[in-house]
């Protein structure tokens, strides 16, 4: 059947699947508004030498406005479609990659063409025989001259009767976190009430979500404060779809500032979805689901109390 599968999918190799001409050229805005939003440093981009875009933003000039593709025109649509008829209907992105060819400054215009660029044979991986799919992403600029590639890869795979099925939650049930080496100091603070903020051993500079390294002085080395439990909402957004299971809608989603420095993903909670606003303070709180498992949230600070 694997080969069968090859051979339908070999007419993909080289199409195009999306061509994006960029609506807006690089611009102070929006490399204003990426850097506000990562926490990176604007004046490395909008120095004296002019509008520099940030080389990890390139995806964002080419977003394409979510329309529909016409009808037999989807052609990365057509081919997971070919891989789901054949019974590999799982897929999971493996890797992706950027090469950088040269800076983008203020004012080009980029155009993202996204081609089929590889077809693997049939692959015995950990969680079943797949196809690895992979898409290049060809940027150029208005000359027409390549300014930066994308590769970025998927497993079109039929998962193994030995693999273990992905855990999903039923209906009622909270998602839950996935915890790894990096990560597993944070959650075992919050069992015991804890919120921990990574620090830096060499530099002192505090760092959320954790990571394995120090962005700023690379050393490996850290340890923790705990947070005193006080921010303000950075920014926040309401799903309201798609309905997943375990989430009760429509719900909060907070970007929340810390008042030691650093910023956390969060849920703002025992308040109108309404009623949140930029900039409002809140305060943390931990609710435990389970005995294995306290998500730090925050609920909204009563007017007039004095947080000084
Ligand atoms: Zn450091």
Redesign the pocket.
Known sequence: MSSDLLTSLSPFLGKVCEDVVAADPVNAPMVRAWCHALGDDVDRYLGADGVVAPPAMLQAWCKRVATPAAEGQDVRAELLQVCDDAGFVSIVATDCEQRYVRRLNEGDLLRCVVTVADISPLKTTSLGEGHFITFNHDYTDQAGETVAEMTYRVLKFRASESAAPARLPRRGEQLRPAINRDNAFFWEGTQLGEFRIQK?S????LRNPPGPM?P????TQWGWILASGEGTVHSFTVPHYPKVEGLEMPYVVALVDLTEGVRTITNIVDVDPADVQVGMPVELQFDAVDKDLTLPRFHTVPSGTNRA
Do not use: I, K, N
């Open positions: 830096c060499s530099c002192g500079s120090c700023h002085c690379r050393s």
